[in-house]
């Protein structure tokens, strides 16, 4: 029986873990130093104002597992709605949950079942196949085969950031790594307009109730709402996701999408867009480099803001922040930061292209998710690069791969038995990051590693002995 190797705790390898037990197969689960395996970063807030962008009863851990997670929280909050925007936190309770339920009855059955709560620095190709695994501790395992599923990369600071700013400690790399600040901070700078800003924004608010707030982002667009209540289907979808698949451009899409939207006024954009979900991936696939070049330097902005909407209650927390005067939000571009606090925000204003500095006495970061590989000091992925076994995409969108999550290694060949799951993957498939495409993406892959089973694999076990050598 094959042994699989899961590199990363957030939900993306819980997803992957459930789906691998569920199929019996022997699993080591390498979750780093995180207090709760499957969390990660999204569901690890303990903050209710840390809503999810998803109703209740579309959220789940496992493909078709669609209403679950309602049953779970409906146990946990009197009153939960199908349609409700819950708690991310709840959502991490229920993944606990999930991966308890998975883990013991995978071990009251008799299947190998062991979560390594360290980090994996390095992996070696064997001779006979597979790989080895090193631990920071130094301990190795032997896999088959091996998955990451590390989720987007620790920030790194913008290239106007001042050595000086960054040593200050009044400029927050990691928006959901804030120490407590000693004076409470009068004005808070927030450098993004996405989903993760809107959380920090929203904790800022809560937490320094005298403060005031700024957001800024290149468009200053915050990302649409949803309805209060699900739209229904548009009923065009089928044609419309022909007409985008024989599309050869960008700009050919934005066209159809406009023109589906003005031939029926009275359909609301927001299920037209949720229809084309199903595609989104093909769609990303029939671009060139050049045409996702273009996509993410004028249109990417728009997608993200229509595509990945807030809750009805986030967006109405900002506008009564915005109502009070209480919260500012500029369209600029930040072109230097700098002071030992308070610091200096210069930024450029997209509409009148003046010059102006802002005044902050704490700066956060909240630019959302970084996939760039080649930039990155993650240790086993810069090693993985060094060693040949992995390439960055071209377009710093995760790592270079084949549709299926198998890794390219440097030579543009398929590396056997190495592949990944969720965010990395943004490069080869776009959207791929929701619970929604992990969920299926973890069963497809779960599938395929399972079937390999009906190969004899070598006897792998966890060994404690000296590393391998650098």
């Known amino acids: ?62 493909a078709g597992s669609d209403g679950e997670f309602q049953q779970f929280a409906a146990q946990q909050v009197d009153g939960v709605g199908a349609d409700d925007f819950l708690p991310r936190r709840l959502f991490g309770d229920f993944i606990e949950a999930q991966v308890r339920a998975c883990t013991d009855q995978a071990l009251q059955q008799g299947r190998h079942v062991q979560i390594h709560g360290e980090d994996a620095v390095q992996l070696e190709p064997l001779c006979d196949g597979g790989y080895a695994v090193r631990l920071a501790s130094g301990v190795l395992i032997k896999a088959d085969a091996v998955v990451l599923a590390l989720g987007a990369l620790a920030p790194r600071p913008l290239k106007a950031v001042s050595r000086e700013a960054l040593q200050s400690g009044a400029y927050v790399l990691d928006p959901w790594r804030i ?25 800022a608010a809560e937490r320094w109730p005298a403060a005031e ?17 699900p739209s229904a289907p548009y009923a065009r979808q089928s044609a419309l996701n022909t007409a985008l698949l024989a599309c050869d451009s960008p700009l050919a899409m934005l066209r159809q999408v406009h023109a589906a939207i003005e031939a029926t006024p009275h359909t609301d954009w927001r299920s037209l867009l949720d229809g084309m979900r199903p595609i989104n991936a093909r769609l990303w696939r029939r671009l060139d480099g050049k045409q996702r070049r273009q996509f993410l330097r004028h249109l990417r902005w728009l997608w993200e803001a229509a595509r990945h909407r807030v809750a009805p209650a986030s967006a109405r927390a900002l506008d009564a922040m915005r109502e009070q005067g209480r919260l500012q939000v500029h369209a600029a571009r930040v072109l230097g930061v700098d002071g030992h606090g308070p610091l200096q925000v ?33 240790t086993l992925l810069s090693r993985l690069l060094r060693d040949g076994l992995a390439t960055p995409d071209p377009l710093q969108l995760g790592v ?71």
Do not use: K
């Open 346 to 378: 210069s930024v450029r204003h997209r509409a009148t292209q003046q010059l102006d500095t802002l005044r902050a006495d704490l700066v956060i970061q909240a630019t959302g998710l970084d996939t760039a590989v080649a930039f990155t000091e993650h």
């Open 1 to 62: 029986m094959a042994d699989i190797a899961i590199i990363g705790g957030g939900a993306a390898g819980a997803s992957l873990f459930g789906e691998l037990l569920r199929r019996g197969t022997r699993v080591h689960w390498i979750t780093g130093d995180r207090p709760v395996a499957g969390r990660g970063v999204a569901y690890a807030t303990g903050s209710d104002r840390h809503l999810l962008n998803v109703r209740a009863h579309a959220m789940g851990l496992f």
């Open 213 to 229: 707030l700024v957001a800024l982002s290149r468009h200053g667009r915050f990302p649409f709402e949803h309805t209060a209540l």
């Open 179 to 203: 120490a407590r600040q000693e004076p409470a901070p009068r004005r808070v700078l927030v450098i993004g307009t996405g989903l993760t800003a809107v959380d920090t924004l929203l904790s």
């Open 400 to 470: 270079a791969a084949h549709p299926d999550g198998q890794l390219l290694n440097a030579r543009g060949e398929l590396q056997v038995g190495l592949y990944a799951i969720g965010a990395l993957l943004r490069g080869n498939l776009w959207e791929c990051s929701a619970m929604a495409e992990i969920r299926v993406a973890a069963q497809q892959l779960a599938r395929r590693l399972a079937a390999a089973d009906a190969q004899p694999s070598r006897e792998s076990a966890m060994a404690a002995r000296p590393a391998i050598a650098p």
